[in-house]
C-alpha cells in the first residue's frame, strides 16, 4: 500500500501524471481544485460580477468545469453568475443524448440553461448537411458553426464572457496540430489562456487550460460526476486522432510533455513581419470574422445553393463555382422562352 | 476466483456495452493483470482489438483502477489479482 505524499496518514489513489505524486482521494481534491483556483486568479479570467457562460456539451470536461467552478466560486467568493450555454447540432443519437446530461447538469448544480441549435441559427442540422456533403468536410461545417453559435449565445445571454472546457491534453494537441500544419496564427493564438477577437468580442477562457484529462476522468470518477461519453457519430477527426495517439504514447513515456509542449507553444517567438489575420465584423452576419463574408456565411450559402463544398477549399475556386451556377441559371431562363 | 470487472467513459463500447460484469477466473492458476488483459480480449472484447490494447498493455490513453486505486500505484501489468478485486477500465478518450 502506498501511503499519500502529503502525509495526511491516508492511502494513496493515483498518481499525478503532472507532478508524479501519490496523493490520498482528499488531497488530490484539494490539489485538483486549488490549481484551478490559482489559473483562474493568474491568469485573471473573471471580474467580481460577472456573468460567465460554460460552453456545455455534456462531455466530461465541460461536467468537471461546470462543478469545479461553482464549487470555487462559493469558496473563494468569485461573485460569479454562471449559466449553462449548449450548442444543439442536430446530430440524433449523439447530441440529443448528451443534452439530456446538460439539462442534469442544470438541475443539480441549479444553473440557467441556454440551448441553442444550428436548425434555429442556420436552418440546417448536421444530419442535414451530412446528408449533401457526406461524410467528409462534415466536420468543418461543424466546427465553424459551432464556434459563431457560441458567440451567438454569448450575446444573447448578455455574458462576459464564455469558459470553454479545453483541457491541457486538448491544448497540447492543437499545439502539435499546429506545428504540423504550418498554422501559425493558430499556433499563437491556442495556448491563450483568455481570447479576444477583437474590443466587442465577448472574451473565451479556459479554466481548465492546466488540468489533466487523466485526473479530470479521476475526478469526475472519484465525485460520481455524471457525464456523456459517447464518440460523434459523424466521421471522427483523423488527422487530430493521430495527433492525440502520438501524444498518448509520449505521455506514458514521460508524463510532463503535456506541460512542456503547451510551454514550448506559449515561449515561441514569431517573426515580425508574419501575416495576422485582421479580425472585423462579417457584413452578412454581423459577427467576428477575418474574410468577408464570414467562413460561416460561406458554407451556408453553399448549402443553400445546392453547392455544399463552395466553402471548402479556395476562396477564388467558390467564385468559379457561383460563376458557373450564375451561368447556367442565365442559360436556364433563355431555354424557357 | 470472483472479481467485478466495470468499464466506464466509453470503454464499455468495446465490450459489448456491458458496464459492469462479475466473473469467476480458474482458480487454480496465478492471475496478473497481464495475464487477465490476454482473457479479455479472447473472452470479452467485441470491438477490434487496438482500441483497448497496444502489445500486452493498454491502449495508453485508458485508465485502470484496481478496487478504486490507480494500477499506476499497484505494479501496472505485473499487479496480482485477488479473490473480490474489482478492476474498472476508464476510457479518457471519448468526447469532450
Known amino acids: 500500500m502506498v501511503l499519500c505524499k502529503a502525509n495526511c496518514g491516508n492511502k494513496a489513489i493515483l498518481k499525478r501524471p503532472k507532478t508524479g505524486d501519490a496523493l490520498c482521494k482528499e488531497c488530490f481534491f484539494t490539489a485538483f481544485e486549488c490549481e484551478i483556483h490559482e489559473t483562474i486568479t493568474k491568469g485573471q479570467l473573471f471580474k467580481s460580477g460577472d456573468k460567465v457562460a460554460i460552453g456545455a456539451s455534456g462531455g466530461k470536461d465541460s461536467t468537471v468545469l461546470a462543478y469545479v467552478l461553482k464549487l470555487l466560486n462559493e469558496r473563494y467568493k468569485y461573485n460569479l453568475k454562471i449559466v449553462l450555454l449548449s450548442i444543439d447540432e442536430g446530430i440524433t443519437g449523439y447530441r440529443d443524448d448528451s443534452l439530456e446530461t446538460v439539462k442534469k447538469n442544470r438541475d443539480d448544480y441549479g444553473m440557467e440553461l441556454k440551448i441553442l441549435s444550428y436548425e434555429e441559427l442556420y436552418g440546417w442540422t448536421m444530419d442535414k448537411v451530412v446528408s449533401v456533403i457526406g461524410k467528409t468536410n462534415n466536420c468543418t461545417f461543424c466546427g465553424v458553426f459551432r464556434r459563431q453559435a457560441l458567440d451567438r449565445g454569448a450575446k444573447m445571454l448578455e455574458v462576459d464572457c464564455v469558459a470553454t472546457g479545453h483541457n491541457a491534453d486538448d491544448i497540447a494537441e492543437t499545439v502539435l496540430m499546429n506545428i504540423l500544419r504550418g498554422d501559425m496564427v493558430r499556433l499563437r493564438r491556442c495556448t491563450k489562456i483568455k481570447t479576444h477577437s477583437n474590443e466587442d468580442a465577448i472574451p473565451r477562457v479556459k479554466p481548465l487550460k492546466y488540468t489533466y484529462e487523466k485526473e479530470i476522468v479521476m475526478y469526475a470518477h472519484f465525485k460520481k460526476l455524471v457525464y456523456f461519453s459517447t464518440e460523434c457519430i459523424f466521421a471522427p477527426n483523423a488527422y487530430r486522432g493521430h495527433a492525440r495517439m502520438f501524444l498518448k504514447d509520449l505521455e506514458k513515456i514521460r508524463p510532463s510533455v503535456i506541460m512542456d509542449i503547451i510551454h514550448s507553444g506559449e515561449q515561441i517567438q514569431f517573426k515580425e513581419n508574419i501575416k495576422k489575420p485582421v479580425l472585423d465584423i462579417c457584413q452578412t452576419c454581423g459577427f467576428v470574422s477575418s474574410c468577408q463574408p464570414c467562413k460561416a456565411c460561406v458554407l451556408l450559402e453553399g448549402l443553400n445553393r445546392g453547392l455544399p463544398k463552395l466553402g471548402i477549399g479556395k476562396k477564388s475556386k467558390g467564385e468559379r463555382m457561383i460563376a458557373q451556377q450564375n451561368l447556367e441559371r442565365i442559360h436556364r431562363v433563355k431555354n424557357d422562352f | ?96
Not at chain 2, 470503454?11 to 459489448?16: K, M, P, T, Y
Not at chain 2, 456495452?17 to 466473473?23: H, V
Not at chain 2, 493483470?33 to 498493455?57: A, H, P, S, V
Not at chain 2, 505485473?78 to 478492476?87: A, C, L, R, S
Open chain 2, 1 to 96: 476466483m470472483e472479481i467485478k470487472l466495470d468499464f466506464g467513459g466509453g470503454a464499455e463500447v468495446l465490450f459489448d456495452n456491458i458496464k459492469k460484469r462479475d466473473l469467476t477466473l480458474d482458480s487454480s492458476k496465478k492471475w496478473t493483470i497481464r495475464t487477465f488483459l490476454q482473457y479479455m480480449k479472447e473472452n470479452l472484447l467485441t470491438d477490434r482489438e487496438e482500441l483497448f490494447l497496444q502489445g500486452e498493455c493498454v491502449r495508453p490513453g485508458i485508465l485502470v483502477l484496481i478496487n478504486d486505486t490507480d494500477w499506476e500505484l499497484l505494479g501496472e501489468l505485473d499487479y496480482e489479482i485477488q479473490p473480490n478485486d474489482n478492476i474498472s477500465f476508464i476510457s479518457t478518450l471519448h468526447g469532450g
